[in-house]
T-cell receptor, first 113, second 116 residues
Framework: EAGVTQFPSHSVIEKGQTVTLRCDPI?????LYWYRRVMGKEIKFLLH????????ESGMPNNRFLAERTGGTYSTLKVQPAELEDSGVYFC???????????FGPGTRLTVL | SQQGEEDPQALSIQEGENATMNCSYK?????LQWYRQNSGRGLVHLIL?????REKHSGRLRVTLDTSKKSSSLLITASRAADTASYFC????????????????FGTGTQLKVEL
């Protein structure tokens, strides 16, 4: 069974540009989460989808971040326009319905110059 | 504010020794989980302990949970060089009724280095 995959693995963009990160959860997992870790800080929750619905987006830092999960399969996280403080590693995780254990992808390292 | 704080921040031991990492948290929890992250890789789930459990074992891993002190410890016995990684505790506190799933709150992690 394939694990959670994320694309790209690395992205280097300039301030003001737009970047879209993609996450493919484990097949059949209804729950999908986005987290990020900025340099030297702890991993922080961004948002949670249940199927295609946003269940909790309390961790989204501001309206420059937009997450979607059309059809309840893969998810995208768009940052527009990117700022320097958005640099960090963005993780995606998925879990089965009613399960506590989350399976994480390898992360996307975003660098904003 | 941090929900989970790991102690120590860094730990260096010799292969074959035991490694103990501690985690403290602030609010009531449903579960506490430990994850490992090898350099440049994703997080790998190690073990989950429920709030009504006090101890759990998985292979060379032993986790304890003291809800009265809001703390947990992870013991890795007979460590190996391959155990070198960052270890994170993560708690979940809210049970969502629709579809389940809980957001995790992570600590800053303990960097473990196991030397040959």
């Amino acid at each position: 069974e394939a694990g959670v995959t994320q694309f790209p693995s690395h992205s280097v963009i300039e301030k003001g540009q737009t970047v879209t990160l993609r996450c493919d959860p484990i097949s059949g997992h209804d729950n999908l989460y986005w987290y990020r870790r900025v340099m030297g800080k702890e991993i922080k929750f961004l948002l949670h989808f249940v199927k295609e619905s946003k269940q909790d987006e309390s961790g989204m830092p501001n309206n420059r971040f937009l997450a979607e999960r059309t059809g309840g399969t893969y998810s995208t996280l768009k940052v527009q326009p990117a700022e320097l403080e958005d640099s960090g590693v963005y993780f995606c995780a998925s879990s089965q319905e009613w399960a506590y254990t989350q399976y994480f992808g390898p992360g996307t390292r975003l660098t904003v110059l | 504010s941090q929900q989970g704080e790991e102690d120590p921040q860094a730990l260096s031991i010799q292969e074959g020794e035991n490694a103990t990492m501690n985690c403290s948290y602030k609010t009531s929890i449903n579960n506490l989980q430990w994850y490992r992250q090898n350099s440049g890789r994703g997080l790998v789930h190690l073990i989950l302990i429920r709030s009504n459990e006090r101890e759990k074992h998985s292979g060379r891993l032993r986790v304890t949970l003291d809800t009265s002190k809001k703390s947990s410890s992870l013991l890795i016995t007979a460590s190996r060089a391959a155990d070198t990684a960052s270890y994170f505790c993560a708690t979940d506190a809210v049970r969502i009724l629709t579809g389940g799933g809980n957001k995790l709150t992570f600590g800053t992690g303990t960097q473990l280095k196991v030397e040959l």
